[in-house]
């Protein structure tokens, strides 16, 4: 079982993973838009890269309605972030299996603040998704697979921080596998599309002189 | 690389071991001449074994003495320290067995009480109109303690029951294996709870403070067994109770939890023991008080858990648990009639479903 966890599962959730994301990607933009046939008023690039940007913060109206919004979604983000790319034993697996070369990682006090950031962040995000009545109505059954997958894969990475036992260790990247497969399946593409969408609404709207 | 690693091990272990040797020689020094002395006061009346009075010395029954020695370091003096086998005889031989028959027990009467009395319900059935009780601030805040609290109270559980409880059904191996998990998690959660605990303080505080109609409350037992039901407002007695638990009981959890958790801040033995009895006791008792409100807030009470879920409860329930609450939010004209709520909430009634998000824009 751990073999097989460690190799063949490892390597068909990588190209599960990998070549869905390419396609996903690949077919959003294959898509494009209609060409646009009216004068532009200003630079649809700038306001593309304006309202990526610009997204990065709440509209003012909006900001007292969604502070938890915010915060929690910045505390979860910033901590899985920096757990996926600063955790002493991912650092470590990414030059050995994928890389080739490492960087310093995040100390082991680093670690355990970071991922309790995280796990708050998570925690509330999704208790504001069913508890409040609009965010309930537009979930579906992805948003909380998404979620309880994505904690899951957390938690069991904290449960092997001791990394004594190759049980806890295994289950771990078992989870990661299983994340790594349902990913381009779902909303969790957002961590790649949400750029390219931002600046294409930023370019559609900026073109015609609306701010977006 | 390795090698290196290895031999600074085996200089680690060298040195250790010639520490421990130059502590057990002045802690024999330092005995020596009181065991020369008695001795000396009856020369032939009994002839002691040399080995087994120093022995007694060192095994130091009656309490930790403190030895001399060039090892810096809290406790270092101290070569077996007897509090530990207290701890571990009152952990195994009271507290397990205590925690078995105190949770078992609360749990044996809530499924007695509910099997006699079926729970508390809707005296008049529903109204159809609502009150607001929580905001959404204050359900996110109950179910982010409530979710760390129940993890926590899992993992504790096993590491203070495993060695009984799991060892005898999984084995050594497998044992081992969760008790690790359950140490890691227990201890990146903990200081989540004491975040949970000052936000329920700060946002329920103002609403828990004894108040008219609490003796009254109490004296009835909250109408749990016949009679008219007493008199409340926005928090009975008993939720009173069980907020001051939750902090007080929390807070100790928590501060104790912290001292166990990072050892290094000058904590001697003593106080690390004294944490390990509160908190192994307070556990234990707030879990068992969190079985009881468990049992209020779902089967206990008929349509009780809608506080914390929608935020909204029916008026015909709060007239029955909380009359003079309900009173006051009727003179405000604070009560929402059902469709209104519908309206304002989708809550009811909508049963198109919501057409998919675009696919653009990040998941908003
Ligand atoms: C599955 C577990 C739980 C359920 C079903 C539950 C249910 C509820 C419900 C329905 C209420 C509202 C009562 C009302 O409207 O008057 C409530 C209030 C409350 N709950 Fe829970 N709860 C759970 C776990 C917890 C935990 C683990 C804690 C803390 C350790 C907790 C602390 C509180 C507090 C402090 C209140 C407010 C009551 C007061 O301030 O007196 N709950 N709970």
Same mark, same amino acid.
């Given at each position: 079982m751990t073999e097989f966890i460690d190799g063949p599962l490892w390597y068909f959730a990588l190209a599960v993973f990998l070549s869905g994301v390419v396609w996903r990607m690949f077919s959003i933009f294959r898509a494009g838009s209609k060409p646009d046939l009216s004068v532009p008023r200003r630079s649809a690039a700038v306001s593309a890269v304006m309202t990526s940007l610009r997204r990065f913060v709440p509209r003012h109206e909006m900001s007292p309605r969604i502070r938890l919004q915010l915060v929690a979604g910045y505390m979860f983000h910033l901590g899985l972030f920096a757990l996926l790319l600063f955790a002493a034993p991912h650092v470590l697996f990414l030059q050995e299996h994928l890389l080739g070369f490492g960087w310093t990682p995040m100390p082991h006090w680093a670690f355990i603040v970071t991922s309790q950031i995280a796990f708050a962040g998570l925690l509330l995000l999704w208790l504001h998704r069913v508890l409040n009545p609009v965010t309930r109505l537009i979930s579906d059954a992805d948003d909380h697979v998404a979620a309880v997958l994505t904690f899951v894969v957390m938690l069991t990475g904290c449960l092997a921080l001791m990394e004594t036992f190759t049980g806890l260790r295994v289950l771990h990247r078992f989870t990661v596998e299983l994340l790594m497969i349902y990913f381009p399946f779902s909303r969790l593409m957002h961590a790649f599309t949400f750029i390219p969408s931002r600046a294409y609404t930023g370019a559609w709207y900026g073109r015609r002189g609306v701010d977006a | 690389m390795n090698n290196n690693k290895r031999s600074l091990t085996a200089h680690q272990d060298d040195f250790f071991s010639v520490v421990k040797a130059l502590l057990v020689i002045v802690l024999l020094l330092s005995i020596a001449p009181q065991a020369l002395a008695a001795g000396d006061a009856e020369p032939a009346a009994k002839v002691v074994n040399p080995g087994a009075e120093l022995w007694r010395e060192v095994r130091q029954r009656e309490a930790p003495v403190a030895g001399t020695t060039q090892v810096a370091g809290m406790d270092s003096g101290v070569l077996i320290n007897i509090r530990g086998e207290q701890w571990r005889t009152f952990r195994m031989q009271q507290l397990i067995p205590a925690a078995g028959a105190l949770l078992g027990g609360v749990l044996g009467i809530i499924v007695l009480f509910h099997l006699i009395k079926r729970g508390l319900r @809707?005296? @008049?059935?529903?109204?159809g109109n609502y009150l607001l009780r929580f905001k959404e601030i204050d359900r996110v805040l109950h179910w982010f303690v409530a979710t760390i609290f129940i993890f926590l109270a899992l993992t504790g559980l096993i590491l203070l029951t495993g060695r009984v409880v799991l060892i005898p059904m999984v084995g050594h191996d497998v044992f081992s294996v969760i008790a690790s998990a359950s140490k890691e998690g227990h201890n990146l959660f903990g200081p989540l709870f004491l975040l949970g605990v000052i936000g329920l303080f700060i946002r329920f505080v103002s609403k828990n403070f004894p108040g008219k109609g609490d003796i009254g409350w109490l004296l009835k037992a909250g109408g749990m067994f016949g009679g008219k039901h007493p008199s409340a407002g926005f928090f009975n007695a008993g939720e009173k109770i069980w907020f001051w638990l939750v902090i007080f009981i929390g807070l100790t959890l928590s501060a104790t939890g912290l001292i166990l958790e990072f050892p #290094? #801040?000058?904590?001697d033995r003593l106080i690390i023991e004294l944490s390990l009895v509160l908190h192994g006791v307070g556990a234990v008792l707030l879990v068992a008080g969190l079985f009881g409100h468990i049992y209020m807030g779902t089967a206990g009470m008929e349509a009780s858990l809608e506080s914390m879920t929608s935020g909204y409860v029916d008026a015909n329930w709060a007239r029955q648990h909380h009359d003079q609450w309900a009173e006051a939010c009727e003179a405000e004209g604070a009560v929402i009639a059902g469709e209104e709520l519908a309206k304002k909430q989708r809550l009811r009634g909508t049963k198109n479903r919501v057409p998919d998000r675009p696919a653009a824009e990040e998941g908003q």
């Open positions: - | @809707l005296e @008049l059935g529903r109204s #290094f #801040f000058g904590q």
